[in-house]
T-cell receptor, first 114, second 111 residues
Framework: DGGITQSPKYLFRKEGQNVTLSCEQN?????MYWYRQDPGQGLRLIYY???????QKGDIAEGYSVSREKKESFPLTVTSAQKNPTAFYLC?????????????FGPGTRLTVL | SQQGEEDPQALSIQEGENATMNCSYK?????LQWYRQNSGRGLVHLIL?????REKHSGRLRVTLDTSKKSSSLLITASRAADTASYFC???????????FGSGTQLTVLP
């Protein structure tokens, strides 16, 4: 069953803590993306990766870090430097080789800072 | 990066009616994609229209593209309560490496 998964679904963090959100895909896609969504708003790009061991900052990368050691995995760490991390986080993947950049999304992780 | 702007921000209709959402963008594109997001869920790809296409159909969905006006519209015919969701357009130009999403249209279909 091909797809993209995110875990956990809900995550609570105390101020000052780092947390890592998981994103895994078995679609054999080269590209992966992390977005942040605040209530009633669109998606903002945090980081993206076109290939293993390479990633680029998106529009709102400050306070976040990523790694891409494996093709199927693209974890996102929300660091204590992120001042307002409470949001809904979405991971996506795509196959740039198709030329369309159609993206497949995971179910999301809702992060709440206590 | 290229960003689509959806209009209206919110739309409320009765079940069975048609729903039309619009998207405008600023620069030339290779294709334009529409996505749906149910509340608290990830986005789902609905339909893609290429820059050399003017209209495309998929089930109850009809998408049009006018590259001269840099605009697109999504029509959902015979709407159902299950169509209640946010709808986003995402224009894609080959030079960009990522999609940029606007704030979306929140569609509510009343039973």
């Amino acid at each position: 069953d091909g797809g993209i998964t995110q875990s956990p679904k809900y995550l609570f963090r105390k101020e000052g803590q780092n947390v890592t959100l998981s994103c895994e895909q078995n679609l054999n896609h080269d590209a992966m993306y992390w977005y942040r969504q605040d209530p009633g708003q669109g998606l903002r790009l945090i980081y993206y990766s076109q290939i293993v061991n390479d990633f680029q900052k998106g529009d709102i990368a400050e306070g976040y870090s990523v790694s891409r050691e494996k093709k199927e995995s693209f974890p996102l760490t929300v660091t204590s430097a992120q001042k307002n991390p409470t949001a809904f986080y979405l991971c996506a993947s795509s196959n740039p080789g198709t030329g369309s950049n159609e993206q497949f999304f995971g179910p999301g992780t809702r992060l709440t800072v206590l | 990066s290229q960003q689509g702007e959806e209009d209206p921000q919110a739309l409320s209709i009765q079940e069975g009616e048609n729903a039309t959402m619009n998207c405008s963008y600023k620069t030339s594109i290779n294709n334009l994609q529409w996505y749906r997001q149910n509340s608290g869920r990830g986005l789902v790809h609905l339909i893609l229209i290429r820059s050399n296409e003017r209209e495309k159909h998929s089930g109850r969905l009809r998408v049009t593209l006018d590259t001269s006006k840099k605009s697109s519209s999504l029509l959902i015919t015979a709407s159902r309560a299950a169509d209640t969701a946010s709808y986003f357009c995402a224009p894609f130009s080959g030079s960009a490496r990522q999609l940029t999403f606007g704030s979306g249209t929140q569609l509510t279909v009343l039973p």
